[in-house]
């Protein structure tokens, strides 16, 4: 939506290409940039909450999703690399309330 404001206004010729990477990335006055065309009637108030805002698919990497191996997670006590449990206790638990 950020991309089609910005796209919308430099089409009109309200805005230049320093100010499209200005308000995209949110570098140096942006926030004057905003407010100027705001002010101007170029963008309404719905229009610079988007511009405002962080764009979310920036911030979040979109990793594939892999397939997960087949793996046997079953502990048998005759398989390989299986742990050894050892509890220990101090106290005599056979009498215990």
Known sequence: MKDQIVERLLDQGHIVIA????LLNHKGAY??????LH??????T???IILLKEDSSFN????PIMDQP???WT????????PKWEVTCSNDLNNTI
Do not use: H, M, V
């Open 46 to 48: 719905k229009e610079s």
């Open 31 to 36: 926030l004057q940039d905003i407010e100027d």
């Open 75 to 82: 502990l048998g006590p005759n398989r390989t690399g299986a």
């Open 70 to 72: 087949d793996i046997d």
């Open 19 to 22: 100010c499209a990477d200005r």
């Open 39 to 44: 002010r101007d009637g170029n963008i309404d």
């Open 60 to 63: 979040t990497p979109n990793y």
